[in-house]
């Protein structure tokens, strides 16, 4: 089965920037898609971010566009998420998810983790 694991939350001053880490275990085959997305109380889940294994493509949300990048470290079986320049919209929990579609809506994800907390403070 796979497994996902989220880590690098924490409380952050705006303006500053946090590095999320997603561990990945359990997968079979090549083509398959990393995304995040983020929940704040009492609003929707939002898709934030994604990459695909197959072309290395990526998508980010309008939100966090120009201020948010993904990457990936095969090696390490783990994708990354950089948040730069945060506001305090940004406070979430977020959540990596694992697919093979790469689409931004959650029912498109089967797999997903636990959650890690994001504060940002002003």
């Known amino acids: 089965e796979v497994r996902l694991v989220e880590s690098g939350g924490g409380s952050v001053q705006a303006g500053g920037s946090l590095r999320l880490s997603c561990a990945a275990s359990?997968?079979?085959?090549?083509?398959?898609?990393i995304a995040w997305f983020r929940q704040a109380p009492g609003r929707e889940r939002e898709a934030v971010s994604c990459?695909?294994?197959?072309?290395?493509?990526?998508w980010f949300g309008d939100p966090v566009k120009g201020r948010f990048s993904i990457s990936s470290d095969n090696a390490k079986n783990t994708v990354y998420l950089q948040m730069n320049s945060l506001n305090a919209e940004d406070t979430a929990v977020y959540y990596c998810?694992?697919?093979?579609?790469?689409?931004?809506?959650?029912?498109?994800?089967?797999?997903w983790g636990q959650g890690t907390q994001v504060t940002v403070s002003s």
């Open positions: 998810a694992a697919g093979y579609t790469g689409g931004n809506t959650a029912t498109e994800y089967d797999s």
């Open positions: 359990g997968f079979t085959g090549d083509d398959y898609a």
């Open positions: 990459l695909k294994s197959s072309d290395n493509t990526t």
